[in-house]
């Protein structure tokens, strides 16, 4: 099918994608309560005629279009969403799903129901029109993005395509890539002792301050695009309760997002390097990711770690250049190439050897906030976006 037809077919249909995608957003979905929107996701898949639509252990659901030979493609977007919050800070109720002066408004809708709703309707829409995929087609509506990343991380042990598209908001514009997110918690060890008589103890609160000071001071790797490593104290935490003890141990949690190519060992041997210059040799030091439990709605339980790589892709990938041109093409004007500044599922994909390319309808800046709406116009042209890129990225290359 001739890609200008696509923008055809999407347009037919848009009264069909922004339905769907407002019953996506009248079902609250927090993280580990994606039950009812999964069978909502699976039963839309189903109607749209894919050829297997499956859930995996932790809920996600998946769709395939069964296609030819060339590389397989995944189009990713997550099901789970963000407390609303006070329902009196919203225009229209939060779960309303409300349509209105040409928005789709509620949580959700841009982070990240529309991308859904358009990722699932591009799929559909190309089984509508009998197009067979030069490659395999998959849809991935995961679960638990928002805390912890259980659905992608389990998603990738069982499905690792050649190629992703992460669905994330970004105006309908191509994103190269991210910073990663590593949480590490650092706990300095002195002696204890009454604070009338501080000699008698080592007070891990000024080892604590050298090393904070040189941290900052300390030269961070530095991305053209990505923009420098960030290494900031967040909480901080004694063992103590009483203010008259020289507590024994202090914490600080360090908020580290890395430019591409750090990896978590290069990170931690930077803060290892820091405290020996620091340190005196009577105060130890402890480093450790933070990490939680989370469970997903179907039971499956994990300890996960803070710990989300980047993704990136070069600006030259031949991948990237023929993504670029299929939007355009389909979309009809110059559609840019930026990178995100928060951080996504891709990073999971790409740490296994799965490239990713970011691609989403919906303001970043509405995403999280009161009275997030998503224009009815880009959810189709996300879904044109979708078919275009999901019948270029497929084809063999040479
Ligand atoms: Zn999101």
């Given at each position: 099918m001739a890609i200008q037809d696509l923008a055809h077919r999407a347009r037919a249909a848009q009264e069909r994608v922004v339905d769907f995608c407002a019953r996506l957003v009248r079902a609250p979905s927090m993280t580990g309560d994606e039950a009812e929107i999964a069978a909502l996701v699976r039963a839309e898949m189903e109607a749209l005629g894919l050829d297997e639509v499956t859930t995996d252990a932790a809920g996600n659901v998946i769709g395939l279009l069964r296609g030819g030979s060339g590389p397989s493609l995944m189009l990713h977007a997550h099901m789970d969403i963000v407390d609303p919050g006070d329902?009196?800070?919203?225009?229209?109720?939060?779960?309303?799903g409300q349509v209105a002066q040409g928005h789709i408004w509620g949580r959700g809708a841009v982070d990240d129901k529309g991308c859904l709703a358009a990722q699932i309707y591009a799929l559909g829409l190309l089984r509508e029109a009998g197009v067979l995929p030069p490659g395999d087609l998959y849809v991935a509506a995961v679960v638990g993005e928002e805390i912890g990343g259980l659905g992608t991380r389990l998603l990738v042990e069982h499905l690792r395509p050649d190629l992703a598209i992460v669905g994330e908001p970004s105006n309908n514009t191509l994103r190269r890539g991210h910073r990663g997110r590593f949480e590490f918690i650092i706990t300095l060890h002195g002696r204890s002792a009454h604070a009338s008589i501080p000699q008698e103890g080592r007070n891990p609160h000024y080892a604590m301050s050298r090393f904070l000071l040189a941290l900052r001071q300390a030269p961070m790797a530095q991305d053209a695009d990505f923009g420098a490593t960030t290494a900031v104290p967040t909480l901080t935490y004694v063992?103590?309760?009483?203010?008259n003890v020289i507590p024994a141990a202090v914490t600080v949690h360090l908020d580290w997002r890395n430019a591409p190519g750090e990896t978590v060992a290069q990170a931690r041997s930077r803060i290892e390097g820091l405290l020996a210059e620091t340190l005196e040799p009577d105060i130890r030091a402890e480093i450790r990711i933070a990490s939680r439990e989370v469970c997903s709605y179907t039971g499956l339980r994990r300890t996960v770690e803070h710990a989300v790589t980047p993704f990136w892709i070069a600006p030259d990938d031949p991948r990237l250049l023929a993504a670029q041109s299929a939007v355009a093409e389909a979309l009809g004007h110059p559609v840019p190439v930026e990178v995100w500044p928060f951080y996504t599922d891709g990073g999971f994909l790409h740490a296994v050897g799965v490239p990713c390319i970011g691609f989403g309808p919906?303001?970043?800046?509405?995403?999280?906030?009161?009275?997030?709406r998503l224009p009815v116009a880009q959810l189709v042209e996300a879904t044109v976006g979708y078919m275009a890129l999901a019948l270029r990225l497929s084809q063999p290359r040479s």
């Open positions: 329902a009196a800070r919203w225009t229209y109720a939060p779960f309303a063992d103590q309760t009483s203010s919906g303001d970043p800046a509405m995403a999280h906030v009161a009275d997030e």
